[in-house]
């Protein structure tokens, strides 16, 4: 988008603008307190920067060092429950902080805290959303999908949840459901499931 200056006239409510050929314009309110990345590893033309900057104003997600984010890094259960905890309202930082989020994650009920250091499948992780979400009823087909039938029996309904709501999209044609979450694709579904879903 390029940003055109103008004025607005609260007695009549209009916004005028000068423009110098035909287009499709939006009008809209500057964000007074603008995003500053912290992280030298996103960049604005990163497909993922708008769900970092989301997910980083947030609260939720920070770095894995002082100006990184490690986007193309798997994520770990521990990373993901803690992420959730914070989008919970639980306080969660400094030390301790994983073993704080897999109590957190144990008593909602959205998993059983094994394996904490281990990377999250997309299935997993999407099953985590869909248990935290309170397992709702899923309408999604994945039939479309050229790899729906390597989703596992305990992430299928999860799954169908998640594409019926535009949590996940896939890639290609495919869900890739065993493949490891990133945590740029972490943000991104992240950002889909606060803005889709009502919890």
């Known amino acids: 988008m390029t940003e055109i200056p103008c004025t607005y006239d609260p007695v009549t409510k209009l916004a005028s603008f000068t423009v110098t050929h035909f287009s499709l314009y939006v009008v809209g309110v500057a964000d007074e307190n603008p995003w500053v990345n912290p992280f030298a590893d996103v960049n604005e033309s990163d497909w993922f920067y708008g769900a970092v900057a989301f997910a980083n104003r947030n609260g939720l997600f920070m770095g894995t060092g002082a100006d990184t984010f490690s986007p193309g890094s798997p994520m770990t259960r521990a990373m993901l429950w803690t992420v959730l905890g914070r989008l919970d309202g639980q306080t969660l930082s400094g030390s301790g902080v994983y073993e704080a989020a897999r109590s957190w994650a144990m008593s909602a009920g959205i998993t059983d805290g094994t394996n904490p250091e ?39 309904d999860a ?26 694709q972490v943000a991104a579904i992240l950002q889909r499931f606060i803005t ?3 919890i």
């Open 118 to 156: 281990g990377n999250i499948t997309r299935e997993q992780m999407v099953t985590i959303l869909w248990r935290y979400a309170g397992s709702p009823k899923a309408g999604g087909n994945l039939d479309t999908f050229s790899d729906a039938d390597s989703v596992a029996g305990y992430a299928a």
């Open 159 to 184: 799954m169908a949840w998640a594409v019926e709501n535009g949590i996940i999209e896939g890639a290609g044609g495919a869900l890739m459901p065993q493949d490891n979450a990133t945590r740029a």
């Open 196 to 198: 889709k879903i009502a």
